[in-house]
Nanobody
Framework: VQLVESGGGSVQAGGSLRLSCVAS????????MGWVRQASGKEREGRAS???????WYAESLSGRFTISQDNDKNTLYLQGSSLKPEDTAKYYCAARPAGGSFCSLGTTAYNYWGQGTQVTVSS
C-alpha cells in the first residue's frame, strides 16, 4: 500500500502546476482520494477530494483555481492548479480512504493512507 506524489516545485505567482499521485496496492480502487496541504506552522487542511465515481469536492477558498481528477487505468490522482498565489505555498499530500462510503469529506481525519508529500512554493 503506497501513495507516491510528484510534480511539486517552485513557480511564480500566476503560474500553473500539476501534481500527480500514483497509488499501489488495494487502495487503487479507493472510495475516496484527496489532496491535503500543510503550510509551514499550520495544520493540515483538505483542498479537494474525489470518489471512485468521479464526484468531486473542493475547499471554498480554491475559487475554481484547482481541479482534481483521476486516471483509473494509470492508478493516478491529479491536482491541477492555475493562477497560483503565494498563499498556495505548502506541502501537498495525497491521501486515500479505501472504504466507508462514497461521500468524500475534505476533513483530514477521513483518510487512512497518506503519501510523503510534495512541496509547492509560489513566489510573488
Amino acid at each position: 500500500v503506497q501513495l507516491v506524489e510528484s510534480g511539486g516545485g517552485s513557480v511564480q505567482a500566476g503560474g500553473s502546476l500539476r501534481l500527480s499521485c500514483v497509488a499501489s496496492g488495494y487502495i487503487r480502487n479507493s472510495e475516496c482520494m484527496g489532496w491535503v496541504r500543510q503550510a509551514s506552522g499550520k495544520e493540515r487542511e483538505g483542498r479537494a477530494s474525489i470518489n471512485k465515481y468521479g464526484t468531486t469536492w473542493y475547499a471554498e477558498s480554491l475559487s475554481g483555481r484547482f481541479t482534481i481528477s483521476q486516471d483509473n487505468d494509470k492508478n493516478t490522482l491529479y491536482l491541477q492548479g492555475s493562477s497560483l498565489k503565494p498563499e498556495d505555498t505548502a506541502k501537498y499530500y495525497c491521501a486515500a480512504r479505501p472504504a466507508g462510503g462514497s461521500f468524500c469529506s475534505l476533513g483530514t481525519t477521513a483518510y487512512n493512507y497518506w503519501g510523503q508529500g510534495t512541496q509547492v512554493t509560489v513566489s510573488s
